[in-house]
């Protein structure tokens, strides 16, 4: 018998996915199988190199739907499958996911796994929305393996029939990457350091947002939410990081009127979110839909609670009332209550910070999740590597 590694390839759409959630995976992989990443590299190309001791081919998979390039894409991963003959291929976000199964179940792949982390179509109605939560239903059949980064995902996929009960999977307490908790801790230098170059007084009580900013992140709602708070407390600031993926930024701010603009800082993509955090007071994410809040951990880890919607992959990141607070999907005067509330009572606001840093700490430290993520995948042949 061969003595020689199992192929595997990992899938993406574009590089983000791999920068924000797989690095420490690929990293720790690359021990136990020959990896080979493959992803669009003329997509998010801000993103900096990911500089791992893996091979990487470009694919390139659009994130919209678009048939002539999604079936080119289909067949150049027929062709790489065909070629490199992989043990096992492993997909992210949904066009990766359906492509790469499909192309791996006509070239008989004996081992595909697909990674569901927040369902697009899951705050979407009509043709569309049946369209794509089909397209996620086919994935999950054609893949050996299927995993769920929640245990809200978990329930919702299997409420909704896309994945049958049974064959859905969450690995330890959720969450697809974990917190690195040395990157990730309250700084108090960093703190005053970034506050002074982004011109926020010491005063300031600062709201984050950290994330893409995408309507279906409820950043509009945000905006809207910050208006009406800052109105009547004058240390309310907001900032949001993050790639602008639909040309946000220009709505922002315009829902921002002077002199509360005066108030906002929109910065961009950001390979430092810590430096980010470190600013801030507390987190919001008023999103539509979440595979699982990953910012509302770190923001936790560095020891500031989070504001989040009432929605799968949220409630799993957030203990209602113990680690933060929760607010109904895209209810504007709740939320900006809420964050009144929060430049009003600091004392919570800390109480809440040390039970969500003291939960990342026992539940989803990094090395520890993606030991798991490892282990899984090298079970999946443990006849061969035992």
Not at 171 to 196: H, M, W, Y
């Amino acid at each position: 018998m061969s003595n020689r590694l199992p192929r595997m390839c990992v899938l993406a759409a574009t590089p983000l996915s791999i920068h924000f959630f797989l690095k420490p995976h690929l990293r720790e992989l690359a021990s136990y199988f020959e990896v080979t990443l493959a992803c669009n590299p003329h997509c998010d190309t801000y993103v900096p190199p990911l500089d791992l001791p893996v091979r990487e081919v470009g694919v390139e998979i659009e994130r919209k739907i678009a048939p002539w390039r999604d079936l080119l894409a289909l067949f150049r991963l027929c062709r790489l499958f065909g070629r490199e003959r992989f043990d096992i291929v492993v997909s992210v976000v949904p066009k990766a996911g359906l492509l790469g199964m499909l192309a791996a179940f006509l070239l008989r792949v004996p081992h595909r796994v697909h990674i569901f982390q927040g369902e697009v179509w899951a705050s979407r109605r009509g043709p569309m929305c049946f369209l794509l939560k089909f397209m996620d239903g086919v994935t999950a059949r054609l893949a050996t393996h299927v995993l769920a980064v929640s245990e809200g995902e978990k329930r919702f996929l299997e409420r909704e029939h896309v994945v049958p009960v049974g064959k859905l999977q969450v690995l330890g307490a959720g969450s697809i990457c974990g917190v690195d908790t040395e990157k990730f801790r309250p700084n108090s230098v960093l703190r005053k350091q970034v506050r002074a170059e982004l011109g926020i007084p010491e005063h300031a009580v600062v709201c984050i947002f950290l994330g893409r900013l995408a309507f279906d992140k409820g950043v509009l709602d945000l905006a809207k939410a910050f208006v009406r708070s800052a109105a009547s407390r004058d240390d309310l600031w907001l900032m949001l990081a993050g790639p602008d993926e639909e040309e946000m930024e220009a709505r922002l701010r315009e829902l921002v009127p002077k002199p509360l603009s005066d108030r906002l800082r929109i910065l961009g993509f950001t390979n430092n979110p810590e430096k980010q955090l470190a600013v801030a007071d507390f987190l919001c994410l008023p999103s539509y839909r979440e595979g699982f809040g990953m910012v509302i951990l770190e923001a936790a880890a560095a020891g500031i609670p989070a504001i989040g919607t009432r929605i799968y992959g949220i409630t799993d990141a957030i203990e209602e009332g113990r680690t933060g607070r929760l607010v109904s999907v895209g209810n504007i005067e709740e939320l900006s209550k809420l964050m009144t509330l929060w430049c009003e009572l600091p004392e919570e606001r800390g109480q809440y910070a040390i039970a969500a840093r003291s939960r990342v700490m026992s539940k989803f430290e990094q090395q520890n999740v993606v030991d798991g993520y490892v282990r899984y995948f090298r079970d999946i042949f443990s006849n061969r590597l035992s």
